[in-house]
Nanobody
Framework: QVQLMESGGGSVQSGGSLRLSCAAS????????WGWFRQAPGKEREGVAA???????MYATSVEGRFTISRDNTENTLYLQMNLLKPEDTAIYYC?????????????????WGQGTQVTVSS
């Protein structure tokens, strides 16, 4: 069982930056893809970015050019660098891991989830 723990959330002003991290507890399980998701009040969970074992990435249109996803395979850690943050980026951010092959931003295809970390962007 892989446990994921996010860190790095907080409150920033519009235009600011935050870096989220997500550490996996189990190094014996091969994680093929990681994803960052977010959920704002009253909205569905949205796939923000994903990265696979070969460092291929995909982003939601709303964050492309502002957010960067990366992973450290040796440390089993995932990152999300968020720049030029906007109030509409306010949400709980979750990391997720997928042990099957293939990169996707569909939350239904991910096997393990973190508890989430709050990101609040004020105007």
């Amino acid at each position: 069982q892989v446990q994921l723990m996010e860190s790095g959330g907080g409150s920033v002003q519009s235009g600011g930056s935050l870096r989220l991290s997500c550490a996996a507890s189990d190094n014996s399980t091969t994680i093929y893809s990681w994803g960052w998701f977010r959920q704002a009040p009253g909205k569905e969970r949205e796939g923000v970015a994903a990265i696979d074992l070969f460092a291929s990435t995909m982003y939601a249109t709303s964050v492309e050019g502002r957010f960067t996803i990366s992973r450290d395979n040796t440390e089993n850690t995932l990152y999300l660098q968020m720049n030029l943050l906007k109030p509409e980026d306010t949400a709980i951010y979750y990391c997720a891991a997928k042990t099957s092959f293939g990169i996707t931003r569909h939350p239904q295809l991910y096997h393990y989830w973190g508890q989430g970390t709050q990101v609040t962007v004020s105007s």
